[in-house]
């Protein structure tokens, strides 16, 4: 159970630092892929990241399916 927590802070870890230096790498465009849905009006504007959700599910479940493979 420890070494599961300590894999999870270290995949953390990895997230934050990637979303930290995002905005300077300009092939990380996570969040504004075409695909990702956006509607403004006047006062509202709704987002939908549907694209994006996507791409982080997949990589999501290939780092989990990784780690966790019997």
């Known amino acids: 159970m420890a070494k599961f927590f300590i894999v ?11 979303l930290n230096f995002a905005g300077h790498l300009s092939f990380l465009k996570l969040g504004r892929l075409p695909g990702d849905l ?24 290939l780092i989990l399916s990784f780690f966790f493979r019997r």
């Open 8 to 18: 999870l802070g270290l995949v953390f870890l990895a997230i934050g630092l990637i």
């Open 38 to 61: 956006v509607f403004k009006r006047d006062t509202f504007t709704f987002y939908l990241p549907l694209t994006t959700s996507i791409v982080l599910s997949i990589l999501l479940t």
